[in-house]
């Protein structure tokens, strides 16, 4: 019974810290030219998986090249932007989303003997940690690009 107990409590434990914050991340867009003509990698920030174009572009429309650059941005923005952004795209609940990725984080963390072992073989060198692991997993390989919540208002 009392091993029951130990088990039981970190998974509430993990639903009960995940479940009401939203989840803020810095994502790799794509690849693409910068003005010097060079190719680069381009970041972006995603709430609850939704790629945000506003927390992070400059006046130009052009994202970020480094993930420390595309952090500070957002936290820079992130005040003044989050509620008119919930209000113009279509981001999950903070709830729904937080306990979807409990419940995928204590399944993957289950499997992870089975698992893990094949995301290593299949995956680059430089990409072999156990936080990506559950990055690949939990939150998939690309975030979702942003809908509009009502697009003939916004238009």
């Excluded at 990409?127 to 942003?146: E, I, L, Q, T």
């Amino acid at each position: 019974m009392k091993i029951c107990r130990f088990a039981v409590l970190p998974v509430c434990l993990l639903f009960i810290f995940n479940s009401g914050c939203a989840s803020y991340r810095v994502v790799h867009l794509s690849k693409g030219v910068d003005a010097n003509g060079e190719v680069r990698d381009f970041y972006g920030v995603a709430e609850n998986n939704v790629v945000i174009p506003e927390y992070v572009i400059n006046e130009r429309g052009e994202y970020p090249e480094d993930v420390k650059q595309a952090w500070n941005i957002f936290q820079t923005r992130k005040e003044k932007l989050s509620s008119s952004m919930r209000e113009k795209y279509v981001i999950p609940n903070n709830f729904g989303y937080g306990i979807v990725r409990s419940l995928l984080a204590v399944g993957f963390l289950a499997v992870s003997p089975v698992t893990y072992p094949l995301y290593v073989s299949s995956s680059p060198k430089g990409k072999r940690s156990f936080g990506r692991y559950f990055d690949v997993m939990v939150f998939g390989p690309n975030p979702r690009m942003p809908q509009l919540r009502d697009e003939f208002t916004n238009f």
